[in-house]
């Protein structure tokens, strides 16, 4: 039987199940060789050919621009998306260590415990600057020295009236 438009279909079906003969595949091949091809079966004369010629290197269509430049692109994607990951999880696990200490801290916000770190982190430095100007001034009231004042005091009256500390 020889290989034609009118059942081209059929064989190549056969071909595709692995029931054709030897001989047939010959046939097949040689309806693909012709150059006689209908449309809609052109997209099998390329692997028809490799098998013709005794099936060397890749069968494949060698789109190896395109291709090549899918692979290193989605490659590139795929360490940007990496590497941002790795330094999200960094800055995540150093944000954790850096305000440990701060675990449990919380504010009352229009009557609401707000326990969010990274919400309540301002007004905690805030009021950390606040406690430190205050322990300064104390620093300052615990080191007068009321004698040494009074002393200064009756020997020059107006030396040092604008050091004194605000109680």
Do not use: H
């Amino acid at each position: 039987m020889i290989v034609n438009e009118r059942n081209a279909k059929e064989w190549i079906e056969r071909f595709l199940d692995g029931a054709t003969t030897c001989a047939e595949e010959k046939e097949l091949y040689r309806f693909f060789n012709e150059g006689n091809i209908p449309d809609e079966l052109k997209k099998y004369q390329q692997m028809f050919q490799w098998y013709a010629d005794g099936m060397p290197g890749d069968p494949r269509p060698q789109n190896t621009n395109v291709v090549n430049l899918v692979r290193i692109s989605l490659k590139v994607a795929a360490s940007i998306v990496l590497v941002c990951g790795l330094g999200l999880g960094m800055y995540q696990i150093a944000f954790q260590k850096k305000y440990e200490f701060l675990e449990g801290s919380y504010i009352i916000r229009d009557g609401k415990k707000v326990t969010d770190l990274k919400s309540i982190l301002p007004e905690l430095r805030k009021m950390n600057k606040l406690a430190a100007q205050q322990e300064i001034e104390i620093e300052a009231i615990d080191n007068f020295d009321v004698d040494k004042y009074i002393d200064k005091m009756e020997s020059d009256p107006t030396s040092e009236s604008d050091n004194l500390p605000i109680i």
